[in-house]
């Protein structure tokens, strides 16, 4: 875990080092942001279909998304990242989340180049993976900075989370005391996208963790269950934060488990060669 005050904000800091499970990965939005520094080469991120492939070799910023992300990696890699909570950015981002929003950008393009360079350097000399997020750790911490409204999004995101996203916005609005469209523009400032928008990453979240690919799937009863109004909406949610259908989804899942069982990224992101 890390070290409070960053711990309200990051679900972990991480080290990734190795040859990648495939070459490109398909990588659903998920309730959460994402800065990773590289020290290996370029890797390269598809921000959807319309959009063009963009290298990043000192790494990059992606504040949460809306559309699934393909990553195409080197033969080898080599990183430190941070998952942050989906509100958990905004302390160190010197513009609004909204203006990141389904467009990754590089960390230099945040943070300036002499500093990221400096950064890169000292993990790049750190003697092993723990030193390294400690030094990462420590520059967010230098880097973090008083957010006016962080508080309203936290305490409101928790009861998105802690209902899987099946919250009404009114009864947000209610529980934070505030207009609808107050809150609306709080969470765009330092998520990056709607209340709603938000809830409906979540319920697809949990419901895809829900998924187990290695069994037979009811899935008029997994999407009775997750809330969605009927199958047909269900179907409609996965084509919007995959691009596939749910039957597609799970036989990608599956050869995930089939061609690498056990591998630590196996319960997210999918090959998409």
């Not at 309200?8 to 080290?15: E, M, P, V």
């Not at 000192?58 to 992300?69: E, H, L, N, Q, S």
């Not at 500093?115 to 750190?126: G, H, I, M």
């Not at 030193?131 to 305490?155: F, I």
Request: with cysteine; hydrophobic share 40%; glycine share 8%.
């Amino acid at each position: 875990m890390p070290r409070p005050p960053l711990d309200g904000l990051i679900d972990d800091l991480y080290y990734l080092e190795g040859a990648p499970p495939y070459a490109r990965l398909t990588l659903p939005p998920a309730p959460a942001a994402l800065l990773i520094v590289n020290l290996g080469a370029p890797f390269r991120i598809r921000a959807g279909a319309e959009i063009e492939t963009a290298e990043y070799a000192d790494g990059c910023v992606i504040t949460m998304p809306t559309r699934a992300y393909e990553f195409g990696y080197p033969p080898r890699t080599r990183s430190v990242g941070v998952h942050f909570k989906s509100w958990g950015l905004a302390p160190f981002l010197p513009m609004p989340a909204t203006e990141l929003c389904d467009r990754p950008v590089t960390i230099e393009q945040v943070w300036g180049r002499s500093a990221v360079s400096e950064l890169r350097d000292r993990l790049a000399t750190a003697n092993e993976p723990r030193q390294m997020l400690t030094l990462l750790e420590d520059e967010l911490l230098r880097r973090l900075r008083e957010t006016s409204g962080l508080g309203l999004v936290r305490h409101t995101s928790s009861i998105i989370s802690a209902t899987s996203g099946s919250v009404t916005i009114g009864d947000l609005t209610a529980a934070a005391g505030v207009s609808s469209t107050h809150l609306a523009k709080r969470f765009k400032e330092l998520v990056g996208v709607t209340p709603k928008r938000l809830a409906r990453t979540h319920r697809f979240t949990a419901t895809v963790f829900a998924l187990d690919p290695t069994g037979p799937i009811d899935w008029g009863e997994l999407a009775s269950r997750a809330g969605y109004f009927d199958q047909a909406h269900f179907g409609h949610e996965f084509r919007a934060f995959t691009g596939l259908t749910p039957t597609q989804y799970v036989e990608v899942r599956r050869r995930f488990l089939r061609e690498h069982p056990g591998h630590t990224l196996n319960n997210w992101p999918l090959p998409a060669d």
